[in-house]
């Protein structure tokens, strides 16, 4: 049973207005036994209250009264006008058992009516309220109650089930309307949780961006950093000219490392006023500053490229060569090869050492998404002692194609 919980003023008001109506018709009846009729409008009084928060009991103590009253013979037919109420509170608040039962109950509430006027006579219909309704209904035409009653009752089941369809009717066109903005409600709310979690994943995919750029700045400047002391570590104690040339790549590799970190704070993600050949000879050459042979093969005509492959092809070839110092034989050299015949190609290849630096290869999956996000693709493979790894970059003369 579905209702609204609660009784609002109106209800106990229409309720009370109901019932003094039933005790107004007993009164100017004289009922010899006033009893059955009490009960009726009694029971009718209480539909009428509990229409809104028990929409099912209204229709129920309906249809009791209505069985009554049949029983009896007694005629409060102003009484059980008060059903049109009840048959708007089912449609408007009921449950669909309920909202059934009440679209039924009109056509047999109509037959029920018109089997009622049959069974106690017509004089007893020209004798009631109920004839002063449907005169007032049919704008005082007549109805010839005695001339032709079966016109007579098909009217009055016609009437009856106007007056409880109407009133049926709007309820369920309200309940509809009301459902129709619950939804509207529902999607709204829908649509702001989704743009909520689209933020979300925004701000977390911004943060995750920041993280991998940082690890690959710090984690390259560190490595660098580590080969360039342990070159200057290797050297006589009296090759001070070698040591401070040492300490001078580090302090500079350092600088740069804070440099790249403010610039990826500051996200200029299009590192103004540098072109990608110009940041991959940088990156080799602060891998070379350290002491670690790096031989380059350059095949094709080099290009400019967009500012986000600059950034792209920098990170990439910089995580590239802090894992081949991190995990390789740094004393064996490294090998670049960047091939620009077709799409950019960077290929790294060094010897991998029997025993691999610390790291848990986020930074190679790192650069696999930033790739996979211009349309790129990362491979590895090891080739006898050497590991080789290959970054493909979809590259044209005017620009991205993904």
């Keep these: 049973m579905i209702g609204k919980t609660g009784l609002r003023p109106l209800d106990l008001v229409l309720g009370a207005v109901v019932l003094a109506i039933g005790i107004a018709r007993i009164a100017m009846t004289l009922y010899f036994s006033p009893v059955v009729p009490f009960l009726i409008a009694l029971g009718m009084a209480v539909a009428v209250t509990l229409y809104r928060r028990a929409p099912a009991v209204a229709l129920g103590l309906v249809w009791a009264t209505a069985i009554l009253q049949v029983v009896d013979g007694r005629d409060i037919a102003l009484v059980q006008l008060a059903a049109v109420i009840v048959a708007y509170g089912a449609s408007r608040y009921g449950s669909t058992p309920t909202l059934i039962a009440s679209i039924a109950s009109i056509p047999v509430g109509g037959v029920a009516a018109v089997l009622y006027a049959a069974f106690w006579g017509p004089a007893i219909i020209q004798d009631s309220g109920l004839a002063d309704l449907l005169r ?67 701000v977390r995919a911004e943060q995750a961006r920041l993280a991998r750029d940082v690890h690959d700045v710090v984690g390259h400047s560190l490595a660098v950093i580590v ?16 040591i401070r040339t040492a300490m001078a790549n580090i302090a500079d590799t350092a600088r740069r490392s804070l440099r790249d970190v403010r610039t990826v704070l500051s996200d200029d993600a299009g590192r103004a006023g540098s072109t ?34 600059t950034v792209v092809a920098y990170r990439t070839l910089q995580e590239m060569l802090t894992n081949a110092l991190k995990h390789g034989v740094p004393a064996d050299g490294i090998g670049v090869a960047l091939d620009w015949r077709d799409d950019l190609a960077i290929v790294v290849r060094n010897t991998a050492a029997p025993e691999p630096g610390p790291g848990g290869g986020s930074g190679l999956d790192g650069v696999r998404d930033r790739l996979a996000g211009v349309g790129g693709t990362l491979e590895t493979r090891t080739d006898g002692e050497d590991w080789v790894a290959t970054a493909h970059m979809p590259v044209r003369a005017e620009g991205v194609t993904a």
């Excluded at 129709?180 to 709204?188: G, H, I, K």
């Excluded at 949780?193 to 994943?201: G, I, K, M, S, Y």
């Excluded at 602060?286 to 093969?297: F, I, L, P």
């Design 136 to 202: 007032f209904l049919t704008s005082g035409s007549d109805i010839a109650f005695y001339d032709n009653p079966l016109a007579g009752l098909a009217v009055g089941f016609v009437l009856v089930a106007a007056l409880l369809g109407a009133p049926w009717a709007l309820g369920l066109v309200l309940r509809l309307r009301e459902r129709s903005r619950a939804a509207e409600r529902e999607l709204e709310v829908a649509e702001e949780e989704t743009a909520q979690a689209q933020q979300l994943a925004a």
């Design 276 to 309: 990608a050949t110009d940041d991959l000879a940088s990156l080799i050459a602060g891998v070379r500053s350290g002491g670690t042979d790096v031989a380059v093969e350059e095949l094709g005509m080099p290009r400019p490229l967009p500012p986000e492959l």
């Design 227 to 242: 080969a360039q002391a342990d070159s200057a570590r290797a050297l006589p104690d009296d090759e001070i000219a070698g």
